[in-house]
């Protein structure tokens, strides 16, 4: 299959704009001028069901759905559209929603790495033993858009791709020789895997020649929304052979898919695909948000995680969908969450127990919702710390917060585990 690629244009050449009910297509005219859309052929002939949209899981995962706005702004571009608005006039207006729905991602200033007083542009670290990377190429684009993704913002941004991401590949070494404490070196962006295997080469070599750096890490979701970049595309083989090269130098390459659902693991390709990368040695462990009308049932979780399992891929995280959109539609309550998480651990093989969840994930740290407890007749979420910033001494801490069957938020919690460290000299 060759890659063809279709945006909220090219989309409506397609047979499959004309499926879509009526409504929909006015929802996805509207909103795509708002949002970026990017589908591909894979995606609309072999994972959508065009018999099911709009309840279609896979749909709702690519499309953009009404409540993504607030219904003032809805029915404002409504009305811009009823009267026959060419998409110049409509910009400013559609510019201005753009601005109100940026999505606030909560930064900890000490996550940016200095080196001599200057700050490390594309470089990112919130836990002691990672550093995130950003090269430039690698923050463009990804085979297809999800829904629900809050790094929208800097798709089609250039300048935004500027403040964010590093060009020449040796920005960040010298940083990391003069901390060999970090072992994990994160390649991530909007999807890495995008990128030719010879352009993540340049930014992967000088990293490989660090002794301490022990594992790399792609975060991609190439094997769900392309999986032929792995098969049959011209530059497959030479990203195999990158992933054995990576190992050959002694690391550890770990391949972190992104899976939101079981389709996605349905096709043969996608099993060619993780077969081919697992014989070069990667390990492949999952992660992916619990998605409200996505995978928010344990069905779903059962689905996932079993197909996980039969292709040898270990689970990993599943995460609180991220609250980032103000009028954001995707999280489901956090009871919810709890109860679909541990029911479908009930019901799936010992192997699927190696995945963590519901865990809220942002810049800051990485938290469990691991049960609720009873104290004097009061029901409290309990909340563990499972990585925080290097500056704070939450890691590992416990937390109640007071129990919501409906709440979608525990709340600000870099405040709630920001627990100072305490000095050595002063634990004497
Ligand atoms: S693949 Fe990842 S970065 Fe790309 S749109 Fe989906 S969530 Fe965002």
Request: glycine share 4%; hydrophobic share 40%.
């Amino acid at each position: 299959m060759i890659f063809k690629s279709f945006n909220n244009k090219t989309f409506k050449n397609t047979p499959y704009y004309d499926r879509l009910p009526e409504g929909e297509r006015e929802v996805f005219d509207i909103l795509s001028t708002v949002f970026h859309f990017k589908a591909n052929n894979y995606v609309l002939e072999h994972l959508i069901n065009w018999d099911e949209v709009p309840e279609d899981p896979i749909y709702k995962l690519i499309f953009p759905r009404k409540e993504m706005l607030s219904a003032f702004d809805f029915e404002h571009l409504k009305q811009l559209f009823q009267l026959g608005m060419d998409a110049k006039t409509r910009n400013s207006f559609v510019q201005a929603v753009r601005k109100k729905m940026h999505p606030e991602v909560k930064h900890a200033d000490t996550g940016y790495p200095e080196m001599d007083g200057k700050i490390i542009t594309g470089a990112y670290r919130n836990f002691p033993t990672i550093l995130n990377l950003f090269p430039d190429p690698m923050v463009k684009t990804c085979h297809a858009y999800c829904s629900y993704c809050f790094r929208w913002v800097a798709f089609d941004n250039v300048e935004a791709q500027k403040k964010t991401a590093y060009r020449d590949p040796y920005d960040p070494i010298p940083y990391l020789k003069a901390n060999p404490e970090i072992t994990d070196v994160l390649f991530t962006g909007a999807d890495p895997l995008v990128l030719t295997a010879s352009k993540i080469k340049e930014y992967i070599d000088p990293v490989l020649e660090i002794e301490s750096v022990q594992v790399i890490r792609f975060n991609s979701k190439a094997l769900a929304w392309w999986p032929y970049r792995f098969t049959t595309d011209k530059d497959a083989e030479p990203l195999l052979e990158l992933f054995e090269y990576i190992q050959s130098k002694g690391k550890h390459l770990n391949f972190c898919a992104h899976f939101t659902h079981a389709r996605e693991l349905e096709n043969d390709v996608v099993k060619e695909a993780i077969q081919r990368i697992r014989q070069t040695g990667a390990v492949i462990r999952c992660q992916g948000p619990l998605v409200k009308g996505i995978n928010d049932t344990p069905k779903d979780l059962i689905a996932l995680w079993k197909h996980q399992i039969a292709n040898g891929l270990v689970p990993y995280y599943l995460f609180v969908e991220a609250d980032h959109n103000p009028e954001s539609c995707f999280r489901v309550p956090l009871a919810e969450a709890l109860r679909v998480f541990q029911e479908a651990q009930k019901e799936t093989s010992g192997l699927a127990r190696t995945v963590r969840g519901p865990v809220f994930m942002n810049d800051l740290n990485r938290v469990l919702l691991d049960g609720v407890t009873e104290i004097n007749g009061e029901k409290y979420f309990v909340l563990k710390s499972l990585q925080s910033p290097p500056e704070t001494d939450g890691e590992g801490k416990i937390k109640l917060i007071p129990y919501d069957e409906h709440t979608k938020s525990a709340g600000d919690l870099f405040e709630l585990f920001k627990e100072e460290k305490v000095p050595l000299a002063q634990m004497h």
